[in-house]
Structures are given as C-alpha cells and as structure tokens.
C-alpha cells in the first residue's frame, strides 16, 4: 500500500483507516509539537499530488478486506486540504462504502471557498486551533509566511455557517505556551464563536518535532477544560480492541511508524498480539535499522528513519 495506512487506533475515531494524499510533511505550517519532525515543504497552493485511481483502489482492497473500520480518514503526512483532489476522491469514497469520512486539518486553508466545498461531503471534519494570537500562533505552529490566525479563525466560522457534518475542533495544549489565561480568554471567545459539536483537549504525547514542546499535566488538563468550556474533552489514552486477521504483521507495522511514532501497546492493539509478540518484532525491525527508538516522557516509541520516510513515494 503506497497511500492507506492501518487501521490505527485513534484515541478521537476509534480504528483509523489513514489516507495519505500529500507527500511527507508537505504543509502549511511547522509546528512544534508535530510528532513527523520538521515541515520539508512549506506551502499554501494546492495541487494534484497523488493519482486518484490508485488511492482508490489501495481503500477498495482496505474495505473489502473486512477490516475492523470506524472512520476513513484523510490526514497522513502532511495537511491533506493541500491536495486538490480531495473533494473528488471523498465523493468516491462514499460511493464504495458506508463507513465514515474523516478529515483531520490544520484548518489554515478552511477560508479558501474550493476548501470548504472539498469538505462538504466529509461525515466529520476536526480542525485544529492551538493559538487565537499572532504571535503565538506564530511561535507554536509557524506558518506559512502568507497566513494569518485571523484568516484561520474566520474561515473555521464560516465553514460552520454551511457544513451539516461534524465539526470537532482540537487544541494541542503546550506548556509555558497557550496555557496563560490571557490566550485562553481569547480561545474561549473564539470556540464561542465558531461553535464547533465538541472540543477536543490534547497535549504532547509523542515526540514532538522540538524538544522544549513539553506536555501539560492531567490536572492542568482538568483545569483548562473546566475554564474553556464543561462539554470539552481531553483525549484520553486508546484503550479499545481488536483482532484482525493480519497477514503480515511486519510489514503492518513499518508501515504504522512511517505516518506517526509508536509504541508496543499500539502495536498490540491494532495487530491483535500480544506485548509480547509486539515487542519481540520491533527489537528486530529496530536491530536491522529499519525503525528506530525514542525515548519521550516514560514511553519508548518506536519511529521510521526520517530520512528513510523522506525518499518514500506518496
């Protein structure tokens, strides 16, 4: 599979099918806290970088399969509104089967009107706000030099005026960053304004892209979600199960650590083996070189070489 990765576990979508329709970190920010490293190709105009057909078949083959499948999701490597198929290849998607479409967005082209309408056939659609000010959006998710955290904010409004689907809006909480309360009376306004179907709370969880992008802890999470609104959420840790027929489990999880780091326990989970049996395979996948450890926090995570995941052809 060049395109499809999973299912993986999602701790917002249950079992993820990822659909990855950009090259890797090909996007319109660089954030710091992104668990794929530095962005490589900084960018706003969209274009066609995948062949459509071919993605489509890759999810024929995933569906039919019998996968256990709770959402198909575009997200991947990079921002997935930056290719300008995706209004298309959601249509498709739709045609070849029941099964929800997500779309996970940094939500900084959601101001563009041929980005809402790719969106509009989306069954939920999660963009990201972590900052409400110029200068921290500026220090948290650099963008772009062409956009503004005012032309994000609006174009999430404005896509709320219209989108029947599910609008869930994620806040990637950082320390010493977006946790004052100036910036969060700010976020609070514009949550209100946007009035997303739920907020999501996440904090740094995996090996960010810049060592001082440091975590909240649970309490502080508490804290904020209590200020920002009752009905937000903090992500919780992936707990559910599942156990598929994989027919080739090493190959399964290579292709895992090549969209997000990971650990044994999310290894178990997805492959239906045990921590064990997870571990005992990625001490080989880790000895030949073909994945490597981090340590982050108490977790080892186990990650694809960045320069290995470069030369890969989406």
Known sequence: MNYIYGPVPSRRLGFSL???????????????????????????????????????????????????????????SGEPTLNADIGRLIHEVRKITSIPVAVLTNGTLLFMEDVQKDLMEAHVVIPSLDAVSQEMF???NRPHHSLTIQSVIEGIKEFRTFYK???LLEIMLIKNFNDDRQELSSMKKAISAIRPDKV??????RPPSEVYAEPLSAAEMRTIKDYLDGSCEVIAEFHKKRF????????SIIEMTKRRPVTVTDIANVMGIS????????????????????????????????????????
């Open 275 to 314: 921590d064990m049996n997870a571990e005992s395979i990625l001490e080989k996948l880790t000895a030949e070189g073909t994945v490597t450890e981090k340590q982050y926090g108490t977790k080892k995570y186990y990650i694809f070489p960045i320069k290995k995941r470069e030369d890969r052809k989406p």
């Open 138 to 140: 500026a220090r948290i």
């Open 200 to 205: 999501y709370l996440n904090t740094v969880s």
């Open 18 to 76: 990822g659909v990855d329709i950009v090259p890797h970190k090909t996007c319109t920010l660089d954030c710091i806290y992104c668990q794929l490293g530095r962005t490589t190709h900084k960018r706003v105009k969209r274009k066609s970088f995948t062949p459509s057909e071919g993605i489509l078949e890759e999810i024929r083959k995933s569906v039919s399969a019998g996968h256990d499948i709770d959402f198909i999701t575009f997200s991947g």
């Open 165 to 167: 689907g599910y609008l």
């Open 244 to 251: 598929p027929e994989v027919k080739d489990v090493k190959s």
